[in-house]
């Protein structure tokens, strides 16, 4: 089934009921209000969802109405947790390639794992706010899974089973600000604002064979300023799986019904050429891509998001439909703040396999772009 939140004045919103190709929606208040309360009685209420939803799809939901994905909030607007892998091996080795480092051994068989902000995660149209370009404002395309309980020392086989939901997140990042916080040995906070969070929550048999060993085997489609800049396949490069990933956070603690982990930036690997490597799938994050410039050519050439950029992000399915509905923002200044992304559903690309063409740098609408001062760092 397919569950989304829409706004309603409150912190949390109300949960609604999607159909399968997010054409309707239907309130859930008789089951139901808010996401979490699903969460925490699933073998309950899900099945009522459920039902609710079969209702839906046959058309035979007596209190349907258009889905507005403008109205949506993140699934969870708040959430008990929400704690971001790197489970593409290839991201970390290509940004730390560009700048000459190693890769630790221990980065094969560990997860990498960082604990982001979960009191305020955006929804898949709100704006990218930023007091300042030379922050190096950043996109950062992710999948997802909310889970149930998971008992502390779950192994990764069984963990999976703990998966109630997948969603599509922008892990938004903030380039220039994450080689100080790095250097502190204390991890992200100023650097990563709010993660968005696209309109739909599915569950995992919505996948169909595209859920495979904890892996989704689907292309996620980015474009930037109306380009398509990346359609990198999700379960094939993925090192770790969702099961290893929420198996490494319960190694010592119990991880709560509502916990949200993240697959970090998804990455495809490169082709090596006689002088050079080509990335066919493009990228998922603007970081990747200057990697990709300074190994190929010495240094990078692509800047960071400017005001008025957009991003959009989506992934879509087998049949061509969306599965989770697109995440559009755009990068704004402070006083800004509350506008929604332009063209949510206009802003559709031609040709999900159309060559993706990444040459060159991508221009921005913007008139005056932001000083550079970033040394590739982020993992």
């Not at 980015?222 to 990933?245: I, Y």
Request: net charge negative.
């Amino acid at each position: 089934m397919k569950l989304a939140t829409y706004q309603d004045g409150s912190r949390d919103g109300q949960l609604v009921v999607v159909s399968r190709d997010l054409s309707q929606a239907h309130y859930a208040t008789h089951i139901a209000n808010r996401l979490q309360q699903v969460l925490d009685d699933w073998n309950y209420l899900a099945p009522q969802l459920e039902d609710l939803y079969v209702l839906l799809n046959q058309g035979r939901a007596r209190h349907a109405f258009p889905f507005d994905p403008a109205q949506c909030l993140a699934p969870l607007p708040r959430a008990y947790q929400w704690a971001d892998g790197s489970a593409y091996l290839n991201h970390v080795e290509l940004v730390r390639r560009a700048r000459g480092a190693e890769v630790p051994e221990s980065f094969a068989t560990d997860p990498l794992m960082y604990q982001g902000g979960s009191d305020d995660l955006a929804g898949p149209q709100a704006d990218i706010v930023c007091a300042n370009l030379a922050w190096g404002v950043d996109f950062e395309a992710e999948l997802a899974v909310i889970t149930g309980d998971v008992p502390q020392g779950c192994p990764s086989d069984r963990a999976l089973d703990a998966v109630r939901l997948l969603v599509l997140a922008n892990d938004v990042t903030l380039r220039n600000l994450v080689p100080d916080e790095l250097a502190k040995g204390f991890g992200f906070v100023q650097s990563k604002p709010a993660t968005a969070f696209g309109p739909v929550a599915v569950t995992p048999d919505e996948l169909g064979e595209a859920w495979a060993r904890g892996r989704v085997h689907l292309p996620v489609q980015c474009t930037w300023n109306g380009r398509k800049v990346g359609l990198c396949e999700a379960g094939n490069d993925m090192t770790f799986h969702f099961g290893q990933l929420i198996a490494h956070l319960a190694k010592t603690r119990r991880v709560r019904a509502g916990s949200i982990i993240g697959s970090g930036t998804i990455s495809n690997k490169g082709v090596a050429r006689k002088t050079r490597t080509d990335w066919p799938n493009g990228y998922s994050c603007i970081a990747e891509k200057r990697a990709m410039e300074t190994l190929n050519d010495g240094q990078p050439s692509t800047e960071y998001m400017q005001y008025g950029d957009t991003i959009r992000i989506e992934v879509k399915g087998r049949d061509g439909q969306s599965v989770f509905g697109a995440i559009l923002q755009e990068v704004v200044p402070p006083e800004s703040r509350g506008r929604t992304a332009p063209g949510a559903t206009a802003a559709s690309v031609s040709g999900d396999t159309a060559a993706l063409g990444f040459a060159g740098p991508i221009s921005a609408p913007s008139a005056e772009r932001a000083p550079d001062s970033s040394t590739e760092t982020s993992e």
